[in-house]
């Protein structure tokens, strides 16, 4: 009995890469082997390099050794490197559909790569004969619990790099990302609707778009792909140990029209410093934006504990939308950084979906604790950071902008720190009314 297959073993040969490490992961299947390897030199080109030209499927119990090899995806295919086998299939939205115990661990320098990249934007997807946008994903799984990611590095991203769509019981760790040539939305770690159960700790690297992001948008594009129990939540989800460059934010949490996001622990976060790229936020919780009907209600954003938020960029921590009985403790934001914490966003049509988006937050029951601005305020001139009709040097606490509709309740400010010239806490502008009631600030330095 082999322990694993090899996936140059000459038994598997085919006339391209992707069929022959087809080939091994269908003959380990039919075989009861649960592991193929697949090594750094393809025999059957000899080059250091496999090309993917046709998307891998992966059935359950699998598991692939990505053993210091290079995956490239061939110039202008519209195809995932994996997929789990299920999806797309009649059975995917079912609970017979569901699959379990796939794993991809790379060793050494394990690579997935984008290579050239292709014309398969989400300006086209499924336009003039192209698939779905998701088709470029590196890493595609939907339905599928009880499973891992580990060990390689994702560059070149066509789009999102590792996508999961209801799933459950997931490890994500030790990943780098580096996104090379930018194009649009180059997110390293998606989750979207329905996904639970997850931990993604020690991530690495540069992304275009948002590196970590949990996404509950049940009318968006994944509408069509939630499962028949109808779960469309986010929760239970640890994510530690993110140290990213991004366009965007490291971390990014977005619920609307109807999801809810909750049980959410996260900690350790910084910005990589000093790159090409420069973070919007390494944090950020909730966003006005990306809705269809409605964007999240007073107790759809609930139990987010955040710990350990490190700024060197444009900001640290941004809230939108609402949050329940949460904590968020030990944001140090400096470097060029304009605000520890902010609701700030000015009213808008965004572009890409054409939502009217505004800033602001509504809070209950959350404390905010040991929160430290000593930031130069260098981004003075990019206008979504701060209104900049007023005199601005940095501020710890920035909560210009909020929605007539937004409230405090048992927010408490504790052991808050602004540097010298920088305001401590900045309250409402645009809603004059605004009641501060039902919020305390205590022990500021």
């Known amino acids: 009995m082999y322990r694993y297959l090899d996936a140059n073993d000459p038994r598997f040969a085919a006339d391209s890469d992707s069929q022959t490490i087809q080939n091994a ?15 750094r030199r393809c025999a059957r080109t000899g080059k250091d390099e496999w090309i993917i030209d046709r998307t891998i499927l992966l059935p359950s119990n699998i598991t692939i050794i990505l053993d210091d090899c290079r995956l490239t995806l061939a110039p202008g295919v519209y195809q995932n490197i994996f997929r789990n086998r299920n999806m797309y299939t009649d059975i ?69 790099a590792l996508n999961h769509i209801c799933c459950s019981h997931g490890r994500l760790s030790n990943l780098d990302f ?20 997850m931990i993604v700790e020690n991530i690495t690297g540069r992304t275009g778009d948002d590196t970590v992001a949990l996404t509950a948008l ?39 029209d109807g999801a809810k996001l909750y049980r959410v622990d996260i900690e350790n976060i910084s ?65 060029g950084a304009m605000h520890a914490i902010s609701s700030y966003l000015p009213t808008q049509i965004f572009e890409e979906n054409g939502c009217e ?28 950071l701060i209104d900049t009709t007023e005199e601005y040097n940095g501020c710890a606490l920035y909560f210009r902008s909020m929605r007539e509709s937004d409230f405090f309740k048992r927010v408490t400010f504790r052991d808050i720190y602004a540097g010298e010239g ?20 205590q022990n500021a330095e």
């Open 357 to 384: 988006i505004t800033g602001g937050v509504t809070l209950e029951n959350v404390l905010f604790d040991n929160i430290h601005y000593d930031g130069k305020a260098a981004y003075k001139n990019q206008g979504w």
């Open 422 to 441: 920088a305001a401590l806490f900045m309250p409402p502008k645009n809603v004059e009314s605004f009641d501060l009631s039902g919020m305390t600030l």
């Open 92 to 160: 995917s939205l079912k609970k017979e559909g569901r699959q379990y115990g796939i794993k991809i661990i790379g060793h050494g320098g394990a690579t997935l790569d984008g290579g050239e990249g292709n014309d398969l934007r989400e300006s086209t997807s499924e336009k003039d004969g192209r698939p779905h946008v998701r088709f470029n994903n590196f890493v595609l799984l939907h339905n599928v619990q009880n499973f891992v990611l580990e060990g390689f590095r994702c560059v070149n991203m066509r789009w999102w």
């Open 178 to 197: 580096f996104n090379g040539r930018h194009v649009p939305n180059q997110d390293g770690i998606n989750f979207r609707i329905g996904c639970s159960h």
């Open 218 to 256: 049940p009318l968006c594009g994944d509408s069509k792909l939630v499962l028949e129990d109808g779960n469309i939540d986010i929760h239970d989800i640890t994510i530690r140990n993110v140290r990213a460059d991004t366009r965007c934010s490291v971390v990014a949490l977005r619920n609307n």
């Open 271 to 335: 910005d990589a410093g000093g790159g090409e790229y420069i973070p919007w936020d390494v944090v950020h919780l909730g966003e006005n934006n990306y809705y269809r009907r409605r964007t999240a209600e007073p107790g759809e954003t609930y139990d987010i504990n955040v710990r350990g938020v490190y700024s060197t960029a444009r900001g640290a921590v941004i809230l939108g939308g609402t949050l329940k009985n949460a904590r968020i403790s030990d944001v140090y934001a400096g470097g």
């Open 25 to 39: 992961v269908d003959a380990a299947e039919t075989g009861g082997v649960s592991t193929v390897s697949i090594p």
